[in-house]
């Protein structure tokens, strides 16, 4: 049997690379059983007969099986993959394996770390922004790495400084360049052989970073805007690119302020430096919101506290929101508004038939009424 006409019954495992609509492109494990016996088979052929298309990446479709019992398949998947085309590109999942983690913003399963990437400098770096990746990042529970990038535009002493102050922070930052190629293989080592999603505002330099650390890729790159001194936002989709030594790269679209969206008893956990503060003592209540309680541990001088009341009052906010919306005799109501536009908005609820307006049968009768009495 030659590589021209070869096809198999059998099931492949694979991973979710890509999904654009509803189909999935799925790259194949290289060291399954049946992808060995295919490239042996496609050895034997003679050389003059012309081979099918790469076998490891197939446009894959869902089954309907997995669409009816409300399986969702996501970037990052391992799943399993029957009936391929080889000469057509394509295959079907027919099952998706346990996932060991799942993010929800951006939507993709099986990541190991989070690699965040700021500037130091054009844009300049913001410690509220950045503290706030670093608590949406924590969130995941997931390990987090950050990276400092265009460390080639401040001197050695600032950016000490700025070690200094993210150490106090509870990270050890990796200052690179993409421009000159300053520590980028140092940050290609913490990768290798693991999942890993890039996150970080637009215009730090994300894009460049994956095409240094993939040279076969060129992803478009979008310029730091001079007025507003942020950049634009250069990537799409969500979708994962395999690197040199093993591992793959997640990129994000960039956005300006992720969600704030953990409940408020949990925030305190996502500052290294309030851990450390609760593993060597304990507030005296156990619900201590680190506010205003007595004999708190954490309430203190440590540089992030204001970060930490501000993310706090957003999140009770958040949280008083979404009671407000399962409760059916809630006090606040949603406005009606324009479809696409802006944020919805909330206005006060009235009391039950205390305000309505009277009818006029209701006027009348009252009126009837009121005239027999006065008989």
Same mark, same amino acid.
């Given at each position: 049997?030659?590589?021209e006409n070869f096809a198999t019954t059998g099931q492949l495992l694979g991973t979710v690379l890509a999904v654009q609509a509803n189909f999935y492109r799925v790259q194949l494990d290289e060291k399954d059983e049946e992808m060995r016996e295919i490239r042996e088979m496609r050895e034997q052929d003679p050389p003059h007969l012309p081979h099918p298309p790469h076998p490891l990446l197939l446009l894959c479709t869902r089954r309907t099986r997995l669409k009816k019992i409300g399986q969702q398949v996501m970037v990052g998947d391992r799943v399993v993959v029957e009936e391929p085309d080889w000469a057509g590109g394509r295959g079907a999942i027919a099952d998706v394996l346990p996932r060991h983690s799942e993010l929800d913003r951006p939507a993709i399963a099986n990541v190991n770390q989070i690699l965040l990437v700021f500037a130091v400098a054009d844009p300049p770096l913001e410690p509220y922004q950045l503290s706030r990746f670093l608590i949406k990042a924590e969130s995941t529970g997931l390990d987090v790495l950050l990276c400092l990038n265009k460390s080639d535009l401040i001197s050695p002493q600032e950016q000490q400084q700025v070690s200094d102050r993210l150490l106090g922070w509870g990270y050890k930052p990796i200052f690179i360049s993409v421009k000159d190629g300053i520590n980028t293989d140092q940050a290609a080592r913490y990768l $290798?052989?693991?999942v890993t999603v890039i996150a970080g505002p637009s215009g730090v330099g994300k894009s460049s970073l994956i095409n240094t650390l993939i040279d076969s890729l060129q992803l478009r !790159? &979008? @310029? !730091? $805007?001079?007025?507003l001194a942020?950049?634009?936002h250069t990537t799409r989709h969500i979708e994962l690119f395999e690197l040199p030594n &093993?591992?793959?790269?997640?990129?994000?679209?960039?956005f300006n302020q992720p969600d704030m969206d953990c409940n408020p008893e949990e925030l305190i956990h996502y500052f290294p430096e309030a851990r450390k503060r609760l593993a060597v003592a304990s507030c005296r209540f156990s619900d201590c919101l680190h506010r205003d309680e007595p004999e708190c541990v954490v309430r203190g001088?440590?540089?992030r506290y204001e970060h930490y009341l501000e993310f706090l009052s957003d999140a009770i906010a958040r949280q008083t929101q979404l009671h407000q919306q399962a409760d059916p005799e809630s006090t606040m109501k949603l406005k009606s508004k324009s479809k696409g536009k802006g944020q919805s908005q909330y206005e006060p609820k009235l009391e039950s038939k205390k305000y309505r307006r009277i009818s006029r049968k209701t006027q009348l009768q009252d =009126?009837? @009424? =009121?005239y027999r009495d006065e008989e």
């Open positions: 049997m030659t590589g $290798s052989n693991k !790159v &979008g @310029e !730091v $805007s001079g007025k942020r950049g634009r &093993g591992g793959l790269l997640a990129d994000t679209p960039g001088d440590w540089e =009126l009837q @009424e =009121l």
